[in-house]
């Protein structure tokens, strides 16, 4: 069983801060990724950054500059160090994490962590 416990989500002035955790748990789950998506009311789920496990980023240009994702691959945990926020951010944000179980490549996705933007 493999469980991804995200953190850090909240209510949050534009301009201000958040950083995001996740930690994923699991015996023989050997990770790969692990990063972050959003998903805002009304709107598709969307990629904010992957890491791999030697440190690779994938980040689309728009999400470059305000969030900074981080790896503490020793205990498996994902952050996301989110500025300068605008209400725009506001979104439920997923942690995933792809890796392999034995020969079988599995994702895995957190229950979400709520990110809100607002004066």
């Known amino acids: 069983q493999v469980q991804l416990v995200e953190s850090g989500g909240g209510l949050v002035q534009p301009g201000g801060s958040l950083r995001l955790s996740c930690v994923a748990s699991?015996?023989?789950?050997?990770?790969?990724?692990m990063g972050w998506y959003r998903q805002a009311p009304g709107k598709e789920r969307e990629l904010v950054a992957i890491?791999?496990?030697?440190?690779?980023?994938n980040q689309p240009d728009s999400m470059k500059g305000r969030f900074t994702i981080s790896r503490d691959n020793a205990k498996n945990t994902v952050y996301l160090q989110m500025n300068s926020l605008e209400p725009e951010d506001t979104a439920v944000y997923y942690c995933?994490?792809?890796?392999?179980?034995?020969?079988?490549?599995?994702?895995?996705w957190g229950q979400g962590t709520q990110v809100t933007v607002s004066s």
């Open positions: 699991g015996s023989d789950f050997s990770i790969y990724g």
């Open positions: 890491m791999s496990n030697v440190g690779s980023t």
């Open positions: 995933n994490a792809g890796g392999y179980i034995g020969t079988t490549l599995r994702y895995y």
